[in-house]
C-alpha cells in the first residue's frame, strides 16, 4: 500500500505513462459498456479519452504521430467535408447538430492517436468485455423471446424486430452480434488468453449464433453468413478443399435447419418475401418495412441523379428525400417516407461522388497498408462495416455510429499508431543488434 502511495505522490505514475494508459483503458471500457447497456457511459467515454491524451507525459513528440496517421486523417476529412458544405446548406440548425455530432471523428483518433498505447493485456480485456457482453445481453434477449414467443413471432410476421433486453435498436445490436461471433473466435487464438477465457469466449460465439438464429435479425444474419462466405472463400483459395467444402455445406445446413425448426426464422422469410411482392406488385407498402427501403432507394437515385457532384449537402438530405417523395410518393404515408436505409447511396445523396470517395477511402484505405490486410481484426471490422452499410445508413442513428467510430479507433486508428510507435523502435533496436519486440504486446 505504501508502495502504491509513493508511485502517486513521487508523480512517477504520470511520468511512466501508466495514467495515460490506464485512462484510455477505463475511456475504452466505458465505450463498451455504453453501446451494450449505459448510454450516458457514451458521452463520457471521449472525455476520458481527452484526459488521457492530456496525461501522455510524452506528448508533444506523439503529436507527430496524429499528423502520420493517415487513419485519423481521413476521419477528420470527413470532418472537413461537413464544414465546407455549411456554404451550400440550407438547413442551419441540421447542419449545426450534425456538426456537433461529428466531433466524435475528430476525438476518438486523437485519444488513440495521441494517449499512451493499451498494451496486449489490456486490448484482450476491453475485447473480451465486448464479446462477453454482447453475448450475455443477446442470451437475456432470446430468454425474453422464449417467454413471448406466439406475440414475438406474430410482431415478426408484420416485419417488427423485438430490441435487445437493454433497449440497443435491433439493427446496431445485430451488427454487434455478428462482429462479437467474430472476434470471439480470434481471440480464443490469443496466446494471452487462458483455457477458462478461450472456453467463456467460444461459449459466447455459440451462443451469439444461436441468438441471431432465434430472434432472426436480417441485417446481422446477413453481416454473419457473408463473413462466414468470405472465410470459405478464403479456405478454398489457400487450397485447403476439404476444409472449404465442408465449411460450405455448414453454411447450407445451418440456414436450412434453423427455418425447419425456428418459427421466428420461417416468419422472417415470409414476411421478407411478402415485402418484396407488395413493392413489385404497386400494393399499399405503408406497413412493411422492406418495400418503404425500395422506395426509398428509387427516390434517392431521383435526388443522385440532380446532385452528382456534391450531393445537396449532408444536413440537407433528409428534407431533399422528402421534397422528391412530393413528386412520387409511392402510395405512402408522410410518417412512412424514410430515408435511404444504404450507406453509400445516403452519402450520394447528401456528398455525391466527392462524399462518396472520402468515406470509401476512410473504410477501404487501411487496406492499403500491408499490416492492415494481415490483421484478421481489421479485416473484420472493415468487411463486417461495408457489408452492414449495404442494408443501413450507420451514420443516421447515434448507436450505430457511435459503434463505428469506437471500433475504428480501436481497430484501425490503434493499429497504425502501433507502427508508428514501434517503427523507430525497431530500428533502434536493430541498429543495437536487439530484436524487435511485438506489437501490442507491452506490459504495464
Known amino acids: 500500500m505504501q508502495q502504491v502511495l509513493e508511485l502517486f505522490s513521487s508523480g512517477r505514475y504520470y511520468r511512466s505513462g501508466r495514467l495515460s494508459q490506464h485512462l484510455l483503458w477505463l475511456a475504452c471500457g466505458a465505450g463498451v459498456a455504453g453501446l451494450l447497456a449505459f448510454r450516458a457511459l457514451i458521452a463520457l467515454s471521449p472525455l476520458v479519452g481527452v484526459l488521457a491524451v492530456a496525461a501522455n507525459p510524452a506528448l508533444r513528440p506523439a503529436a507527430a504521430r496524429y499528423r502520420r496517421n493517415g487513419a485519423a486523417l481521413r476521419a477528420a476529412a470527413l470532418v472537413g467535408f461537413l464544414l465546407l458544405s455549411g456554404f451550400y446548406t440550407s438547413e442551419w440548425a441540421t447542419w449545426r447538430h450534425e456538426l456537433f455530432r461529428s466531433l466524435t471523428w475528430l476525438g476518438v483518433p486523437l485519444a488513440f492517436t495521441l494517449a499512451v498505447p493499451l498494451s496486449g493485456r489490456?486490448?484482450?480485456?476491453?475485447g473480451a468485455l465486448f464479446v462477453l457482453g454482447v453475448a450475455a445481453v443477446g442470451l437475456a434477449t432470446t430468454g425474453q423471446y422464449l417467454r413471448t414467443a406466439p406475440a414475438a413471432n406474430e410482431a415478426i410476421r408484420v416485419g417488427q424486430n423485438m430490441q435487445a433486453v437493454t433497449g440497443t435498436f435491433h439493427v446496431a445490436f445485430g451488427i454487434m452480434l455478428a462482429q462479437a461471433f467474430f472476434w470471439g473466435l480470434l481471440l480464443r487464438r490469443s496466446a494471452l488468453a487462458g483455457r477458462v477465457l478461450r472456453g467463456a469466449l467460444l461459449a459466447a460465439a455459440l451462443g451469439i449464433g444461436l441468438t441471431l438464429h432465434v430472434l432472426a435479425y436480417r441485417t446481422g444474419l446477413l453481416v454473419l453468413y457473408a463473413g462466414l462466405l468470405a472465410y470459405v472463400g478464403h479456405l478454398l483459395v489457400g487450397r485447403h478443399l476439404a476444409l472449404g467444402l465442408l465449411a460450405l455445406g455448414g453454411l447450407v445446413l445451418v440456414p436450412w435447419l434453423a427455418y425447419h425448426t425456428l418459427g421466428s426464422v420461417q416468419q422472417r422469410v415470409s414476411a421478407t418475401i411478402y415485402d418484396v411482392r407488395q413493392y413489385t406488385r404497386g400494393g399499399d407498402i405503408n406497413e412493411y418495412s422492406l418495400a418503404r427501403r425500395l422506395a426509398a432507394v428509387a427516390t434517392a437515385r431521383a435526388v443522385i441523379e440532380q446532385h452528382w457532384l456534391l450531393g445537396v449537402g449532408p444536413a440537407d438530405a433528409h428534407a431533399a428525400m422528402l421534397d422528391q417523395y412530393g413528386w412520387r410518393d409511392f402510395g405512402l404515408r408522410p410518417e412512412n417516407r424514410i430515408n435511404v436505409h444504404n450507406q453509400y447511396l445516403?452519402?450520394?445523396?447528401?456528398?455525391?461522388?466527392?462524399?462518396?470517395?472520402?468515406?470509401?477511402?476512410?473504410l477501404f484505405?487501411?487496406?492499403?497498408?500491408?499490416?492492415?490486410?494481415?490483421n484478421p481484426y481489421v479485416l473484420v471490422f472493415i468487411f463486417t462495416q461495408a457489408t452492414t452499410m449495404l442494408v443501413t445508413d450507420i451514420l443516421s442513428l447515434q448507436i450505430s455510429l457511435n459503434l463505428f467510430v469506437f471500433g475504428y479507433g480501436f481497430l484501425v486508428v490503434a493499429a497504425e499508431t502501433d507502427e508508428l510507435v514501434t517503427r523507430p523502435q525497431a530500428a533502434a533496436a536493430t541498429s543495437l543488434g536487439g530484436g524487435e519486440q511485438p506489437i501490442g504486446e507491452l506490459e504495464v
Open 346 to 362: 445516403s452519402t450520394l445523396v447528401g456528398g455525391g461522388l466527392v462524399g462518396l470517395a472520402l468515406w470509401l477511402a476512410l
Open 122 to 126: 489490456q486490448r484482450l480485456a476491453v
Open 365 to 374: 484505405g487501411p487496406l492499403v497498408r500491408p499490416a492492415a490486410r494481415r
